[in-house]
């Protein structure tokens, strides 16, 4: 279990400023920022403030066995579904992701390893000041829950992919995933967006800085984090971040104690990012890199 919890962890620091990309805006009204953890809880944050407005649980994000098989073990990035095959102690990158899998099935590889999926869309209107869930469509059902707060629902879509594997030269050896993901606007980065996010790799720390490079707020959300949103009008828009290292994160971070137990928060004063953090997001306000 242990291992299994680290190898994620690892999977998650792979993360570079190129996956995502900042979201647009529309008359400087930047929406709500939705932070998606791995345990499926989705976090509703003030952007100003950080301010936890309401949460939203779901499924976990991610799926699938923790047991090793030798020769047939398979670990995915629950950032996108990436999976990689452990052999010989050793990770290797497979060519294709949990959903690419599932939308290329029913295949076969060279190896024998069949592979069988299937893809599950739903719609949910969301109330964006509660967090309250006011309608759910799919194509299997439709089911309102709250009509009279329907002109309020913002719309967001979610897809469930499930994997299964099958070894043919050995009947016993199978392995099956979920793998989560919602729907996002991917639009080009926009200048006017005023504040940049880092993530610890292993814990669920999220900064917040500005153009400047001074801290604006920070926030413990306690399970490690896999996306981050902008929850507007028209629904949700991909939110860069940057996904850095437990230690530098707690150079950041002010140490309080309490009792026995350390606890970290954001020195009262604004302090200004060290040049060292600065100098890994070289992408800062160019939108060339993206």
């Not at 137990?261 to 992408?283: A, E, G, H, M, V």
Request: net charge positive.
């Amino acid at each position: 279990m242990r291992f299994f919890q680290a190898i994620l962890l690892t999977l998650l620091s792979f993360a570079t400023a190129d996956d995502v990309i900042y979201s647009s805006n529309q008359g400087h009204t930047f929406g709500t920022v939705l932070v998606s953890t791995i345990d499926g809880q989705l976090r509703a944050l003030d952007t100003f403030n950080g301010r936890q407005k309401w949460a939203l649980k779901e499924a976990p994000v991610l799926r699938a066995p923790k047991a090793i098989k030798q020769g047939f073990t398979f670990l995915p990035n629950p950032q996108d579904g990436t999976l990689y095959a452990l052999k010989e102690g050793a990770l290797k990158k497979m060519p294709f992701s949990i959903p690419q899998l599932v939308h290329l099935s029913p295949s076969k590889d060279n190896e024998g390893v069949l592979y069988a999926g299937n893809k599950k869309d739903v719609w949910f209107g969301l109330d964006p000041e509660t967090g309250s869930k006011i309608e759910t469509l799919s194509s299997m059902t439709a089911e309102r829950i709250c009509p009279a707060n329907k002109a309020r629902a913002i719309f967001i879509g979610r897809s469930e992919y499930h994997l299964s594997m099958f070894d043919t030269k050995d009947r016993t050896r199978t392995w099956n995933a979920t793998f989560t993901d919602y729907s996002a606007h991917l639009l080009p980065t926009d200048a006017a967006y005023p504040f940049q996010h880092f993530a610890s790799s292993s814990t669920g720390h999220v900064l917040t800085v500005d153009i400047d490079g001074q801290i604006v707020w920070e926030k413990d959300l306690g399970q490690p984090i896999v996306a981050m949103y902008l929850l507007q009008n028209d629904g949700l828009h991909k939110l860069r971040y940057t996904v850095i290292g437990r230690e530098s994160m707690e150079r950041l971070i002010t140490p309080v104690f309490q009792n026995t137990n350390t606890i970290f928060r954001i020195r009262k004063q604004r302090i200004r990012l060290s040049k060292w953090l600065l100098s890994i997001t070289d992408y800062w306000g160019d939108e060339s890199s993206n």
